[in-house]
DNA sequence: GTATTTTTCCTAACAGCGTTAGCAAAGGTA
DNA sequence: TACCTTTGCTAACGCTGTTAGGAAAAATAC
């Protein structure tokens, strides 16, 4: 009775394929303009197809979300397992996350909730520049202060994507239980650490 | 002649009552769920009349947005003044802005293109803690090989949001000069002088 | 081999979206 | 009072996610 498995296997290739094409047209237009008609019409199916192998849009989203955080743990593995000493390892990991971003940017968009339809670019608002303008000055003196001659814009941008990276990552998990504190106790401990180490950095 | 006056006042008013409209929508039901036809019924105009004022959808998002650049440098400004040495200024700017994220999220998301759609929380992602697994083995051998006693998670979450945030501002914008580099080149300098640092406080 | 049931898949619709064309009414001017 | 300009509406276009209901095809039973 290979008739059921056969059913089966067709299905699965129906879902493979509705995964497939939604991937290209990701990768064609960005997945902000991903829609189930464009999926079905890849497919060569009508549109309620689609929905008998997902839920909603959502769920294939979702799919790729699963999938971008699988091939960021192994392509982090995969670096990782290049070195022996476990500071060279680290390094590795690093270059390797960034690599990955950038070379999967639709992946890493979806991963983390970026680049949203009204998104400016960051450049093309004159508000940014008078808020880290205050950050600048700050810092300017410190490395005065202490004749420190590190570039000002390096340690202003490595401030700023820190603090931004840790709220981030906050705003998107809701409160969990470590150690007994709550994410945003146990981020705002990450700062006070993050705050030491950069002040010493100034110096 | 002040007819002319009362009519810009009257379109000042209506344009004034879209931005309120707007922001009261977006608080209520987030910036994902804010329509035209929402804000043209709470005004009490018809659709079109909204067109009148803003170009489309996303000249009202992005008045939001330097709204909000404007307020985080205005909340920057007032923490740094409230202190007068550079090393306690820089530390009130990091809590100044972690607190303008929290008490604004909807500013906040709105500035850095976060919490699209089909953005799910991370918690929910069981790929993620694989990928996490990673960093944290490398980071406990680490601090194994030196003695350092510092918690593991709270190095394992600075390492992951200070790569996150590099990368999701450069993912932002576009590649620009600075000293002759481009933002990746930039931002890869910041990356590998956060590794320095970053490896230090873990001996 | 025909009848029945199940599965598969499509058409058509609903309710919403951003956006715009075109017209009616009101307001101001001569 | 007659004209013109501004204002603001209705109604539509084309798109979106999603679903109800029925037709055709496939598998099963007799």
Redesign the pocket.
């Known amino acids: 009775?290979g008739?059921?498995e056969?059913?089966?296997r067709?299905?699965k290739e129906?879902r493979d394929s509705i995964l497939t094409s939604a991937w290209q047209l990701v990768n064609e237009e960005g997945w902000q303009?991903?829609?189930?008609?464009?999926?079905?019409d890849a497919i060569?199916?009508?549109?309620?197809?689609?929905?008998?192998h997902?839920?909603?849009?959502?769920?294939i989203l979702s799919e790729f979300n699963h999938r971008g955080f699988k091939l960021l743990g192994d392509r982090l593995k995969e670096a990782k397992e290049k070195h022996h000493k476990a500071n060279l390892q680290l390094e590795a990991l690093a270059y390797a996350y960034w690599d990955f971003a950038f070379e999967n940017k639709e992946y890493y968009q979806l991963m983390y909730g970026l680049g949203m339809p009204t998104c400016e670019s960051l450049s093309s608002v004159p508000e940014l520049m008078a808020f880290i303008g205050v950050i600048h000055s700050t810092i300017e003196e410190l490395l005065k202060e202490s004749g420190n001659t590190t570039d000002i814009w390096l340690k202003v941008h490595s401030f700023w994507s820190t603090i931004h990276g840790l709220v981030s990552i906050n705003l998107m998990s809701p409160p969990t239980n470590h150690m007994g504190m709550t994410n945003n106790e146990f981020n705002k401990t990450i700062l006070k650490d993050f705050l030491k180490g950069f002040l010493k950095g100034l110096e």
């Open positions: 009775m008739i059921t056969r059913k089966e067709q299905r129906v303009n991903l829609s189930i008609r464009k999926i079905a060569e199916y009508s549109v309620p197809v689609v929905y008998d997902f839920e909603n849009k959502e769920a």
